[in-house]
């Protein structure tokens, strides 16, 4: 199946830094990535849809201003946590949507997640 | 009432067993579905992909949908250690444009 790589694995920073979490699919082009973040022992919440070469759509309660994501390219998608406190800790995950064949039988393919630790 | 409803378990069963796995759900216009596997400390990793009714079969994982009950099913035979994961279930309405919803995840665990 595809694959999608998510860098860093995990990171641990001081209350009040930002925090970049790189998304990429690495065998196939994805317009639309998602964004999602999961507290233990919790399903996954959708945080925004990242769509290559314009805006985010976040979903609603997701700040928009604290976590920027940027779409810049076809295999690309970054999320930035600003002025992480420790309520931000979690786990981040992104998806990447395969469209498959002339668009039939997408599916969405998980990075690894990141984890955040915010001290 | 959420939209899709999974038993977050845990499920503990022993190895060779057959493991049963179900999500319900309320939205009539889900038509895709889909079963994903997340280990520990990992991103969730689909498993199996069906569209409308039916079953599909790959390997020792049966996944089943029945639309008229709003019940799908994630079968696993002669079950392993190595099954000993999170199984979220999630569906969307359309494929196009789909954002799914998933489930919460049942915990599954195969002792020795």
């Known amino acids: 199946g595809a694959v999608v790589s998510q860098h860093p694995s995990r990171v641990i920073c001081k209350s009040g830094t930002s925090v970049k979490i790189e998304c990429r699919s690495l065998d196939f082009q994805a317009t639309t990535m998602f964004w999602y973040r999961q507290f233990p022992k919790q399903s996954l919440m959708l945080m925004a849809t990242s769509n290559e070469g314009s805006k985010a759509t976040y979903e609603q309660g997701v700040e928009k201003d604290k976590f920027l994501i940027n779409h810049a390219s076809l295999t690309l998608s970054t999320l930035t946590v600003t002025s992480a406190h420790p309520e931000d800790s979690s786990f981040y995950i992104c998806?990447?949507?395969?469209?498959?064949?002339?668009?039939?039988?997408?599916?969405?393919?998980f990075g690894p997640g990141t984890r955040l630790l915010v001290l | 009432q959420k939209e899709v409803e999974q038993d977050p378990g845990p499920l503990s069963v022993p190895e060779g067993a057959i493991v049963s796995l179900n999500c319900t759900y309320s939205n009539s216009a889900f038509q895709y579905f889909m079963w994903y596997r997340q280990y520990s400390r990992k991103g969730p990793e689909l498993l199996m992909y069906?569209?409308?009714?039916g079953n599909k079969e790959d390997g020792r994982f049966t996944a089943q949908v029945d639309k008229s009950s709003k019940y799908i099913s994630l079968f696993i035979r002669d079950s392993q250690p190595s099954d000993s994961a999170t199984y979220l279930c999630a569906m969307s309405a359309e494929g196009g444009s789909y954002i799914p919803t998933f489930g919460r995840g049942t915990s599954l665990i195969v002792h020795p």
């Open positions: 998806s990447a949507r395969d469209l498959g064949v002339a668009g039939f039988q997408e599916t969405q393919y």
């Open positions: 069906t569209y409308s009714s």
